[in-house]
Nanobody, 124 residues
Framework: QVQLVESGGGLVQAGGSLRLSCTASGRTASSYAMGWFRQAPGKEREFVAATSWNARSTSYSDSVKGRFAISVDNARNTVYLQMNSLTPEDTANYYC?????????????????WGQGTQVTVSS
């Protein structure tokens, strides 16, 4: 059973930066994709960024491309999301997720395990 624990959320002013972390335990041989999703109140969960554990594949939503960067540290079983130039529209609960192989890392359906979420609030 894969368990995911996120950290790094908080309150930041517009234009600021945060780095989210997601540490995985219980990874299996089929573990391939790690993704970040977010959900704001009253809205559907949306894709933010994803990477393969070997870092050969990455994907970003258009809304964060150029501002966010996803990276992996296999030695620590941890995936990071560096978020720069934050705006109030980035305010949401951010979730990390783990899934098997896919060429479509942005698809929610490929992810089998989810963390509990970490809140990011960007003030104007």
């Amino acid at each position: 059973q894969v368990q995911l624990v996120e950290s790094g959320g908080g309150l930041v002013q517009a234009g600021g930066s945060l780095r989210l972390s997601c540490t995985a335990s219980g990874r299996t041989a089929s573990s391939y994709a790690m993704g970040w999703f977010r959900q704001a109140p009253g809205k559907e969960r949306e894709f933010v960024a994803a990477t393969s554990w070997n870092a050969r594949s990455t994907s970003y939503s258009d809304s964060v491309k150029g501002r966010f960067a996803i990276s992996v540290d296999n030695a620590r079983n941890t995936v990071y999301l560096q978020m720069n130039s934050l705006t109030p529209e980035d305010t949401a609960n951010y979730y990390c997720a783990e899934g098997g192989f896919s060429t479509r890392l942005e698809e929610l359906r490929i992810y089998d395990y989810w963390g509990q979420g970490t809140q990011v609030t960007v003030s104007s």
